[in-house]
């Protein structure tokens, strides 16, 4: 059996706090809840999740440049570092498949300092203010590109 393709879940800054922070704006799904909800998604089509949650932007640029070459795409949720982690737009820059910048509210309908995203010039496509179905939608986005 040939191996699933991986598709690689990244979670920025405060975003473990999901569940417990503004959940006005976010909800009351933790971030347990959105990999349970990628990852029944990615099975359905065929494809393994991997996810990672840190609250360290050089964390993330390692986990994006250690995805060359492993991952057939990415499912990218920066939190704030969406609006100024100019590191993650070169590492997304270097990565040959899909990826999908995700989040759960509309930054860009929210206050002027979350209109900029420093991903979305390299991301395939942007899935943004959907809350939780976000995940699902991120993953058939994938699915879709990679013909899974
Ligand atoms: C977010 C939006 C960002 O502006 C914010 O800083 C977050 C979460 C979202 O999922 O809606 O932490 O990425």
């Known amino acids: 059996m040939s191996e699933r393709p991986l598709v690689l879940l990244l979670s920025g800054v405060n975003l473990n706090l999901l569940g417990e922070r503004d959940p006005a704006v976010y909800g009351t799904a933790t971030l347990a809840d959105h990999v349970a909800t990628a990852t029944a998604a990615a099975h359905a089509h065929g494809l393994a999740l991997e996810h990672l949650q840190t609250n360290h932007e050089g964390v993330l640029v390692d986990a994006i440049q250690g995805a060359r070459g492993r991952c057939a795409a990415i499912v990218i949720n920066p939190g704030a570092f969406t609006h100024y982690a100019w590191s993650l737009h ?59």
């Open 90 to 148: 070169d590492a997304l820059d270097a990565f040959a498949g899909p990826i999908i910048e995700l989040h759960l509210s509309d930054p860009k309908a929210r206050e002027p300092w979350r209109h900029l995203s420093v991903v979305e010039p390299v991301a395939t496509e942007t899935i943004a203010g959907k809350g939780g179905d976000g995940y699902r939608l991120a993953i058939e986005a994938v699915a879709a590109r990679l013909g899974a």
